[in-house]
């Protein structure tokens, strides 16, 4: 090779080399959920010797009588119930602030973005306490019921700015057309905010599905575990002596973001460029 | 509604002059639509942000601020206790001092070592070269994986002692040990899972690169200025701004972790307390010992911290963060 290729070459060297580093404990994960446990703790090759896809099976029937099926169905349906909230609630929120003249707007706008400084941490107990009053705890409703109340405030304000950056000729025409509030948004600008709702449901959905936290707070009774308590659960419970298994239902647990990263990778990375929240 | 306050004819930028607010139905009898009032529609499209702001967060506020003074164990009534708690915490709870080092130690050296990550892999992806989407997107997944608990029980075996890490070790002859049940190791394992997660980080930096504009290099290269010079020059100012934010961004989401110290660690904070961070003390007091007036205590206490580390930031900022003339 020429001195000249060979520089072009090495920055892309360099590149894989620590792609190969980065990510090879994903890949030691996908390969060690195939191997016989005894396997996993002796190689530190990624490919198994002994293909055991066995491991899934076992995995998947989990522990004390439920298994990763139930786990599996809870993480859906309060991943898709928070995707909906958060979608319908910031983008209606979002779209009274940006685009209406109402008396209280200032204040109202202020108050929406401050409270995106608010840690959760501090809300945590008060919020559990008020929940359990209600009868909640133990139920999905603590974790999907908030994010219809537009809570997020992160997400009001992304829709916020994106629906702010629209042209305000478009609410004219549409008013003078006799188009009226509601119309509009619904015939006008929904359709128009597209990019910042697809941002709004990947982002929530990624972290409603690994949210181990309130998941962990919420839910006690192994009928309504979702996939990280679940897991949390199968550790304990085997006190990590079945690997394989185990290995194996951590994969299951990250599979449907594997599949949303193959096809959103673009809309991912360039979701925290323009908004600069983290992933 | 009806009567409108004298705030409304307040000037709005670019918006002309709002009218009082005519009817209850907020139409302006006649002239440019831009000017009539929507109150009710508007306030029938926030109730649902206004339920939850009241609701969900101004309410559970001010009772976590309450609770914090009381003594409360869910079985009877809190009971007021003054500042007691408070006075607890700094004074008389060893593991609470321990704790708010653990995660202290773990702030400082995670969030300015991802952002070292950060920058570097982001310097190596500016230039535009074949491949650079995909590989921005690869280094970015882990970003994506990383706050799962998979993540985090696959990262444990990660650092076992027979685990990958060590096998790695082996092939240069070094014998390693089991990291993640070594109380003075364990801490750097849960680092280096946060390092792993540079992607968010770095594709900011990458957006902040490309402001950069392209005319100071090239002036700079012909006085002669070298790869470290235009890197001290003009890159690190020139960015300043963008690891600000990253900064604050990363140091208030490493106080707040919770998942890599309850699954790398044992889950209640072992070995010998070396992973209680600040989160898992606070989860342990309220919802292990029921404490909830105490661990109220604890979470006002870390917003404090909180505000206290991002104004230092700011403050900071002044010194090294330039904001282009």
Same mark, same amino acid.
């Given at each position: 090779? !020429?001195?000249?290729? *060979?520089?072009? /070459?090495?920055?892309?060297?360099?590149? +894989? #080399?620590?792609?190969? &580093? @980065? %990510?090879? $404990?994903?890949?030691?994960?996908?390969?060690?959920?195939?191997?016989?446990?005894?396997?996993?703790?002796?190689?530190?090759?990624?490919?198994?010797?002994?293909?055991?896809?066995?491991?899934?099976?076992?995995?998947?029937?989990?522990?004390?009588?439920?298994?990763?099926?139930?786990?599996?169905?809870?993480?859906?349906?309060?991943?898709?119930?928070?995707?909906?909230?958060?979608?319908?609630?910031?983008?209606?929120?979002?779209?009274?602030?940006?685009?209406?003249?109402? !008396?209280?707007?200032? *204040?109202?706008? /202020?108050?929406?973005?401050?409270?995106? +400084? #608010?840690?959760?941490? &501090? @809300? %945590?107990? $008060?919020?559990?306490?008020?929940?359990?009053?209600?009868?909640?705890?133990?139920?999905?409703?603590?974790?999907?019921?908030?994010?219809?109340?537009?809570?997020?405030?992160?997400?009001?304000?992304?829709?916020?700015?994106?629906?702010?950056?629209?042209?305000?000729?478009?609410?004219?025409?549409?008013?003078?057309?006799?188009?009226?509030?509601?119309?509009?948004?619904?015939?006008?600008?929904?359709?128009?905010?597209?990019?910042?709702?697809?941002?709004?449901?990947?982002?929530?959905?990624?972290?409603?599905?690994?949210?181990?936290?309130?998941?962990?707070?919420? #839910?006690?009774?192994?009928?309504?575990?979702?996939?990280?308590?679940?897991?949390?659960?199968?550790?304990?419970?085997?006190?990590?002596?079945?690997?394989?298994?185990?290995?194996?239902?951590?994969?299951?647990?990250?599979?449907?973001?594997?599949?949303?990263?193959?096809?959103?990778?673009?809309?991912?990375?360039?979701?925290?460029?323009?908004?600069?929240?983290?992933? | 509604?009806?009567?409108?306050?004298?705030?409304?004819?307040?000037?709005?930028?670019?918006?002309?002059?709002?009218?009082?607010?005519?009817?209850?139905?907020?139409?302006?009898?006649?002239?440019?639509?831009?000017?009539?009032?929507?109150?009710?529609?508007?306030?029938?499209?926030?109730?649902?942000?206004?339920?939850?702001?009241?609701?969900?967060?101004?309410?559970?506020?001010?009772?976590?601020?309450?609770?914090?003074?009381?003594?409360?164990?869910?079985?009877?009534?809190?009971?007021?206790?003054?500042?007691?708690?408070?006075?607890?915490?700094?004074?008389?709870?060893?593991?609470?001092?321990?704790?708010?080092?653990?995660?202290?130690?773990?702030?400082?050296?995670?969030?300015?070592?991802?952002?070292?990550?950060?920058?570097?892999?982001?310097?190596?992806?500016?230039?535009?070269?074949?491949?650079?989407?995909?590989?921005?997107?690869?280094?970015?997944?882990?970003?994506?994986?990383?706050?799962?608990?998979?993540?985090?029980?696959?990262?444990?075996?990660?650092?076992?002692?027979?685990?990958?890490?060590?096998?790695?070790?082996?092939?240069?002859?070094?014998?390693?040990?089991?990291?993640?049940?070594?109380?003075?190791?364990?801490?750097?394992?849960?680092?280096?899972?946060?390092?792993?997660?540079?992607?968010?980080?770095?594709?900011?930096?990458?957006?902040?690169?490309?402001?950069?504009?392209?005319?100071?290099?090239?002036?700079?290269?012909?006085?002669?200025?070298?790869?470290?010079?235009?890197?001290?020059?003009?890159?690190?100012?020139?960015?300043?701004?963008?690891?600000?934010?990253?900064?604050?961004?990363?140091?208030?989401?490493?106080?707040?972790?919770?998942?890599?110290?309850?699954?790398?660690?044992?889950?209640?904070?072992?070995?010998?307390?070396?992973?209680?961070?600040?989160?898992?003390?606070?989860?342990?007091?309220?919802?292990?010992?029921?404490?909830?007036?105490?661990?109220?205590?604890?979470?006002?206490?870390?917003?404090?911290?909180?505000?206290?580390?991002?104004?230092?930031?700011?403050?900071?900022?002044?010194?090294?963060?330039?904001?282009?003339?």
């Amino acid at each position: 090779m !020429r001195p000249k290729s *060979l520089r072009a /070459a090495l920055p892309h060297a360099v590149i +894989l #080399l620590l792609l190969v &580093v @980065l %990510l090879y $404990p994903v890949a030691w994960m996908l390969g060690s959920s195939f191997k016989p446990t005894s396997e996993i703790i002796s190689s530190l090759s990624f490919l198994p010797r002994h293909f055991t896809p066995g491991n899934y099976r076992q995995g998947w029937a989990g522990t004390a009588g439920t298994g990763f099926s139930v786990y599996f169905l809870n993480s859906t349906l309060i991943a898709v119930g928070a995707v909906i909230g958060n979608v319908v609630s910031c983008s209606i929120t979002a779209y009274a602030m940006a685009r209406l003249d109402f !008396r209280g707007r200032g *204040l109202v706008t /202020a108050i929406a973005i401050g409270t995106l +400084l #608010l840690p959760k941490e &501090v @809300l %945590l107990i $008060p919020q559990y306490l008020i929940f359990h009053k209600l009868g909640w705890v133990d139920t999905d409703l603590p974790l999907v019921v908030p994010k219809f109340l537009a809570v997020d405030a992160f997400f009001v304000f992304l829709n916020l700015q994106f629906m702010r950056g629209l042209p305000r000729e478009l609410d004219e025409a549409a008013a003078l057309d006799g188009c009226g509030p509601f119309r509009t948004f619904w015939h006008i600008l929904l359709p128009l905010t597209k990019p910042a709702l697809a941002t709004t449901a990947i982002f929530t959905f990624i972290w409603t599905w690994n949210d181990y936290f309130s998941q962990l707070i919420y #839910l006690n009774s192994p009928a309504r575990y979702t996939l990280p308590v679940g897991l949390r659960m199968f550790l304990d419970a085997t006190s990590g002596s079945d690997l394989g298994p185990m290995f194996a239902m951590a994969t299951v647990t990250l599979a449907p973001l594997f599949v949303l990263f193959v096809f959103f990778q673009r809309h991912l990375v360039q979701g925290i460029a323009t908004t600069g929240f983290k992933g | 509604m009806a009567a409108a306050a004298a705030g409304s004819t307040v000037e709005r930028p670019g918006r002309g002059r709002a009218r009082p607010g005519g009817g209850a139905a907020g139409t302006a009898p006649s002239g440019s639509p831009r000017r009539r009032r929507t109150n009710g529609a508007a306030y029938t499209l926030l109730s649902p942000w206004l339920l939850g702001t009241v609701g969900v967060l101004a309410i559970p506020l001010l009772y976590s601020l309450y609770l914090s003074f009381t003594s409360y164990d869910l079985l009877s009534n809190p009971h007021w206790v003054g500042f007691r708690n408070y006075r607890r915490l700094f004074s008389d709870d060893p593991r609470y001092a321990h704790s708010m080092w653990v995660t202290l130690q773990y702030v400082i050296t995670s969030a300015p070592l991802k952002l070292l990550m950060a920058l570097a892999v982001a310097l190596l992806l500016a230039r535009p070269r074949r491949g650079q989407g995909a590989y921005r997107a690869l280094f970015y997944l882990p970003s994506l994986l990383g706050t799962s608990v998979a993540i985090a029980i696959v990262w444990q075996g990660t650092f076992e002692q027979n685990g990958p890490f060590n096998g790695f070790l082996k092939l240069f002859g070094v014998h390693g040990q089991a990291w993640v049940s070594d109380p003075s190791y364990v801490r750097w394992v849960i680092v280096a899972l946060a390092m792993w997660q540079f992607g968010a980080p770095m594709v900011i930096f990458l957006a902040g690169l490309k402001q950069i504009p392209q005319e100071l290099y090239e002036a700079a290269e012909m006085d002669g200025a070298g790869w470290w010079r235009r890197f001290f020059s003009i890159t690190l100012p020139m960015l300043s701004p963008v690891i600000l934010f990253n900064l604050v961004v990363e140091m208030i989401g490493a106080f707040q972790a919770f998942t890599p110290a309850q699954l790398v660690g044992d889950g209640q904070g072992g070995p010998v307390d070396s992973t209680l961070f600040y989160t898992l003390y606070l989860y342990q007091r309220a919802f292990q010992m029921q404490q909830m007036g105490y661990a109220a205590a604890m979470a006002w206490v870390m917003i404090a911290g909180l505000g206290l580390i991002t104004a230092l930031l700011f403050w900071s900022s002044r010194y090294w963060v330039h904001y282009g003339d």
